[in-house]
């Protein structure tokens, strides 16, 4: 509660809105305490006073009743409607959200079409109708206001309920032993509390402005009991004669909605996780480059990543993702680079062509040259340039990196377009080529499918020849086929083996799997908490790993054929790379650690193409 | 796709049968003997038995409803007591005067509002999306009754550029540049709350999509940062926008009956709010059930819009 | 002893009526099937996405109603029971270990809920079966007042299975316990459930996509394809010596080390559309063995070898 308090005042709109909000109250509250004039006795001889004058702070009204009086009264009157109309609609809305969301089937299926039915009205038809029938008056207005939210909130309640009843806790519950009372009210309930607080809380500045409506119109609150509504709708006859009369109640609307939405927006993002930790925030088109140091001289490889350091700043946290990487491949040539989650392998990836999303992330060291140029101190029209045209990628979950509403025919094309000026009839045919050269079954039709109407197999296919429209000389392929079933994935890797013999093309391969780095990859790279802890040609790295962490986790791998049997594991966790110990980040969890291993850095030793970052290999590195 | 746009109008006939029943439960509320309700100070005796005759008044709850709901059909909505004319009529020509005021506003709040979304996006945390999100803030917190009066003083009474209220002159005018002029400040006034509230939204469905992996496939074909922005990103961005408009068109529509009061509009708001303080339930009856009726054709529309987007939903 | 028997248990998913035309079947997530399961066994359950390995396990657990057939465990039919008498014989441990776990509850209450609930345990009691639990799982006891998302995966499905152990269950279907942990932390969850079963006297269910892990734990294997089991063995000889096509096929897609990249001979990857099921047998269409009879008619399952079944028409000869 108290972390929730700190999170919304540190938003300093909310914390306004909390402050303004909270005066009004204070003022309201006060007003036994206040000595105010009876707001309702009518001295018609004062009409119309001007404010601050004599006796009347805010002057008078067109029966010549004291403004503030009214203002206080009426402001006190109107929240406490509104508040009221509120907590009707969210408890009653929210319920039926609940069960039609929980149960599903035919019980939702009749709820929400009653709700579908009474959304289908503009919502003042409905207050309007039941004002009609029940006759004008304050009362009626609230049922009114409150009546025509519960739809709102039955609708969105039953949305996040319908997501949070298919998840596996909620089966967890069931396999329990709980009954359907208990896990609505046990499991379900204290998960879409935050968002009821959040609806209501982005609602309720809208249902006292609906309130304060239905009392201008003449049929809320009715005289001579004032609310803000009324006040301004009595005032507008004279609002050309005297416009204080319509200013005061109208700005007091205006700074009682505007202070809840302020405090309510700031209660959002405090109970929005999501928004929390800053992830909401656009991606920049590159990432951004803040170098210390020196940039590292030219060296004459194709693609060349020379201690590369990648950063997430997340408030005062620092990741450090990629820690000091260096890696080069030459045409024509697979360079496998292997890690467990975190080890910071896609960073690197996604690093090359300022792809690393951005805030929160950031380069702040080393270089990434092509064919000498570097990319990091490259300007964006520079760096876009190269993008897809010299360095091309091709991604892991092919559905969620396709985009969805354009036809397959239309995203390859537009590869090609944004580089070269081919007219719309030679892209197609292009598009045609490079999807009949991954194989794609029916090529011809296949063009006008959306992402959707593809298997993932096929999908990936696309990704492929999407990286393939420009010819690249580098392409980049983070995890392509981890997200596939293995029959296909062995048709994909099949089909990058092959392509990249054809095309003399030069891979960076990232990927988990020691057995596709050995059937595809000609060196290998081993990453381990942001840093490479060993790298060398791929034989010689799987059969003769030096590395402790190389040998131990190519042991963790079970192999088909093994039979039954106990598995090798490697106890402990991989470090957080925001508090990296000392020394060798792998020393925790290594038999073979010593105390040098916990002290300084420790640098990545051996003869080239040969190295490993430890003080005590398991095989001698030369 | 002609063959969506048959399925939701067929669709709708469960909405719309639901929307009368609705209404008529409503108007069932409505204490003591419903002819004498329904004619209120005009309930002489032989009006009464009249009313009783023409609508069934006098039977069980269900015949009621199928006799109004048969009149309907037949384009009879009843007689309005307070006008002494068809209610049908009134309410066809009040609501013309409605749809230009709403209209406007719908399209001026969904341009202005998309836009500055998206400007907002793409300059996250810059002057223009800091000056968009305060101008957006100030539009979604001032009632637009006061918001109507406000610009009334300040462009009618001190500047004298606009009339004050009306949608004609009453001399000499009528023509479209009048109708204009008599417009601006209403169609302005309904327009500010739906265009912060598209606005936010906009923005946040841009910044939404332009986090998904798609956006950094697009990036990295080497895509121009202008064409993701108002391309790709724009585009999926529109699949969460629409509907929003959608619903909007109903706080337009619905904003609509204070602007109209305001600004002495003579749409069909300002007719309803009229016929319920003179307790003339069969006007108010038939006019909630035709603009909600309008607002679900609407409805449909903008799903077929949404569908064209979208090739993932089934047509 | 037999600690799960399963006859003819199928799903068919409805298919929303459409306004115009007929009624259309539904998709046929899992087609008729059975197999038992002794105790002490752990069974191995293969198959790609969409074979319907999940629905199966959901079935196993009374998460979802059959549409045909019944279950029997330790030879009481457990039809249409209620979920609590389910709970106490059969668990679940399942694939995403931190979603399975309540955000918003501490670890003891997580802990708490089936000794309450099944077993109607007093607060003494339950905080001595707890500990005792996490003692056997090796989890420290000072988790037990931290919220699901302070854990790593690792841990959490530790907790998970922790979960599952407190019904003292005599079954615990796994379905994919570690495909979303990384391969380090992978052994030290499957070394733990080897040894709990043995400490525990358990019968496991262990379904994955991952075939070594499955050979690993497995002592017999079940294969899927498209809803139906299309080979059952032992777990030693079934990948070595497959009788089916698929089986073979899955076998020899996985990049193994030392073996050279070649992509297994097919001609298709597509799975059937399960709209418009083909006739006859539902590989038919990517096996390289397929003749017309295959096209025309669905093959049974049938003996292979003593421990061996297969339901193909040319099963491979070894």
Request: glycine share 8%; charged share 20%; aromatic share 6%.
């Amino acid at each position: 509660m108290s972390a929730f308090l700190r999170l919304l005042f540190r938003n300093r709109l909310a914390a306004l809105g909390a402050v303004v909000l909270g005066a009004i109250l204070l003022l309201v509250l006060a007003i036994p305490l206040l000595p105010l004039p009876d707001p309702d006795v009518i001295a018609t001889a004062d009409r119309f006073q001007p404010p601050f004058s004599e006796g009347h702070l805010l002057g008078t009204d067109h029966l010549g009743r004291d403004l503030l009086s009214r203002l206080l009264y009426g402001t006190r009157l109107s929240l406490a409607v509104g508040v009221v109309a509120a907590l009707i609609a969210a408890s009653i809305g929210s319920a039926i959200g609940i069960i039609a969301g929980y149960f599903g089937g035919r019980i939702d299926n009749i709820i929400m079409r009653g709700v579908d039915m009474l959304m289908a009205f503009p919502y003042i038809l409905l207050a309007l109708a039941i004002v009609a029938a029940l006759g004008p008056g304050l009362l009626n207005a609230l049922i009114a206001v409150a009546a025509v939210n519960i739809p709102f909130f039955a609708r969105n309640i039953r949305g996040i309920t319908a997501g949070l009843a298919q998840r596996e806790f909620i089966d967890a519950a069931r396999l329990a032993g709980l009954g359907h009372t208990r896990i609505i009210l046990q499991e379900l309930f204290p998960n879409v509390l935050p968002v009821i607080v959040i609806a209501m809380s982005t609602t309720v500045g809208w249902m006292i402005l609906e309130t304060a409506g239905l009392s201008f119109l003449g049929l809320g609150s009715q005289p001579p009991q004032a609310d803000l509504g009324s006040m301004l709708g009595e005032a507008r006859a004279a609002l050309i004669s005297a416009p204080h009369t319509s200013f005061v109640p109208g700005v007091m609307i205006f700074l009682i909605v505007m202070s809840v939405n302020l405090l309510g927006d700031g209660i959002r993002d405090a109970l929005d996780p999501r928004l929390k930790s800053g992830a909401l925030s656009r991606p920049l088109p590159m990432t951004q480059v803040r170098r210390r140091g020196d940039v590292p001289p030219a060296t004459d490889d194709l693609l060349a990543i020379q201690h590369l350091e990648t950063q997430f700043h997340v408030g005062k946290r620092i990741y450090r993702a990629v820690n000091r990487v260096s890696l080069a491949v030459k045409p024509g040539e697979c360079l496998g680079v292997i890690g467990e989650s975190g080890s910071g392998k896609s960073v690197t990836a996604l690093s090359v062509m300022g792809l690393v999303s951005s805030p929160p992330g950031v380069i702040t060291g080393g270089a990434v040259r092509l064919e000498g140029e570097d990319l990091l101190g490259a300007k964006y029209e520079t760096l876009r340039a190269k993008r897809g045209e010299k360095v091309a990628y091709i991604f892991q979950d092919p559905l969620a990196t396709l985009h969805p509403l354009y036809k397959v025919g239309h995203q390859l094309a537009e590869a090609i377009q944004v580089h070269h000026k081919p007219s719309d009839r030679e892209a197609r045919a292009r598009a045609l080529d490079l999807l009949k050269s991954v194989r794609m079954p029916n090529a011809e039709s296949r063009l006008d499918n959306y992402p959707h109407e593809m298997s993932g197999g096929m999908r990936q296919r696309v990704g492929i020849a999407m990286a393939l429209a420009n010819d690249p000389e580098v392409i980049i392929a983070d995890e392509p086929t981890t997200a596939l079933d293995v029959t296909v994935q062995a048709q994909i890797l099949a089909l990058l083996d092959d392509l990249r013999r054809e095309r003399g093309l030069a891979i960076v391969f990232i990927t988990h799997d020691f057995g596709v780095v050995a059937q595809l990859c000609d060196s290998v790279a081993v990453m381990y908490a942001g840093r490479i802890v060993e790298q060398g040609p791929t034989d010689t790295v799987l059969n003769a790993p030096a590395h402790p962490y190389t040998k131990r986790l190519i042991a963790c791998v079970p192999e088909l054929g093994g039979g039954q049997r106990e598995l090798a594991a490697i106890p402990g966790l991989p470090p957080v790379v925001d508090n990296l110990p000392e020394g060798c980040a792998f020393a925790p969890r290594c038999d073979k650690a010593r105390d040098e291993c916990r002290r300084g850095d420790i640098p990545l030793d051996g003869q080239a193409p040969r190295a490993v970052r430890c003080l005590f290999p398991e095989e001698p590195v030369t | 796709m002609g063959r969506y746009i048959l399925k939701r109008l067929l669709s709708a006939i469960p909405v719309l049968l639901g929307i009368t029943v609705i209404v008529f439960l409503i108007m069932a509320m409505i204490p003591g003997d419903p002819a004498t309700a329904i004619l209120g100070s005009y309930a002489t005796p032989e009006n009464v038995a009249k009313l009783n005759r023409d609508l069934g008044l006098d039977k069980p709850l269900v015949q009621r409803y199928f006799i109004w709901l048969g009149n309907m059909l037949t384009g009879d909505f009843g007689r309005s007591f307070s006008l002494n004319r068809p209610a049908l009529d009134e309410i066809v020509e009040r609501f013309s005067a409605t749809l230009v005021l709403a209209g406007t506003s719908f399209v001026l709040c969904s341009l202005l509002g998309i836009l500055a979304g998206v400007v907002s996006a793409a300059r996250q945390y810059g002057l223009a999306d800091k000056a968009i999100t305060f101008v957006v803030l100030i539009g979604i917190s001032v009632p637009s009754f006061f918001l109507g009066m406000m610009m009334i003083l300040l462009f009618a009474v001190n500047l004298r550029w606009l009339p004050v209220s009306g949608m004609y002159a009453i001399y000499g005018g009528g023509d479209l540049p009048d109708l204009l002029r008599h417009l601006a400040m209403p169609a302005l006034a309904l327009a500010a709350v739906a265009t912060g509230v598209i606005a936010r939204l906009s923005r946040s469905a841009m910044l939404e999509v332009l986090r998904q992996d798609y956006i950094r496939t697009a990036r990295a074909k080497g895509v121009p940062e202008r064409r993701v922005l108002m391309g790709h990103a724009l585009r999926a961005a529109m699949v969460s926008i629409i509907p929003v408009l959608g619903i909007q068109a109903g706080f337009v529509l619905s904003g609509a009956v204070y602007i109209e009061l305001v600004f002495q509009w003579p749409g069909v708001g300002r007719m309803l709010v009229d016929a319920i303080l003179k307790r003339d339930i069969i006007l108010v009856q038939g006019g909630v059930v035709f603009v909600a009726a309008c607002y679900v054709l609407f409805n449909i529309a903008v799903d077929v819009a949404q569908s064209l987007l979208d090739p993932r939903i089934k047509t | 002893m037999t600690a799960l028997a399963v006859t003819d248990l199928s799903k068919t998913f409805p298919l929303p009526r459409r306004l115009f035309g007929p009624a259309r079947p539904g998709v046929r997530a899992v087609r008729p099937m059975s197999f038992t399961v002794e105790s002490g066994e752990t069974l191995g359950i293969v198959g790609e996405s969409g074979c319907g390995k999940s629905t199966l396990a959901r079935m196993l657990v009374g998460l979802l109603d059959p549409t045909t057939g019944h279950i029997e465990i330790a030879g009481k039919a457990l039809d249409n029971a209620d979920p609590a008498v389910f709970g106490r014989l059969i668990q679940y441990v399942f694939q995403d270990p931190i979603s399975s776990l309540n955000p918003r509850k501490t670890i003891r209450q997580i802990m708490e809920t089936p000794l309450k609930r099944l077993y109607g345990m007093e607060k003494a009691e339950r905080t001595a079966r707890i500990a005792e639990i996490f003692d056997s799982v090796n989890l420290r006891e000072e988790f037990l007042d931290r919220y699901p998302h302070e854990f790593s995966g690792g841990q959490a499905q530790r907790i998970g299975i922790a979960r599952a152990l407190a019904a003292s269950p005599r079954i615990i279907v796994l379905d994919e316990p570690v495909s979303a942990l990384d391969v380090s932390v992978q052994a030290q969850v499957l070394n733990l459930m080897a040894r709990l079963r043995d400490e525990f006297d358990l019968t496991y269910l262990f379904i994955s996509h991952d075939l070594a892990v499955v050979e690993a734990v497995s002592d017999r294997v079940v294969v899927l394809y498209f809803g139906a089991v299309v080979e059952i063995g032992n777990a030693k000889t079934i990948f070595s010596a497959p009788k089916h096509p698929y089986t073979k096929l899955l076998a020899d897609s996985a990049p193994v080390v030392g073996r050279p990249l070649t992509a297994p001979e097919q001609k298709g990857s597509e799975l059937p559309d399960p709209l418009n099921p083909p006739p006859g047998c539902a590989f038919a269409g990517r096996c390289p063995r397929a003749t017309q009879i295959c096209r025309a008619e669905d093959p049974a399952l049938r003996q292979m070898q003593e421990d061996q079944f297969a339901a193909c028409h040319h099963p491979i000869e070894s």
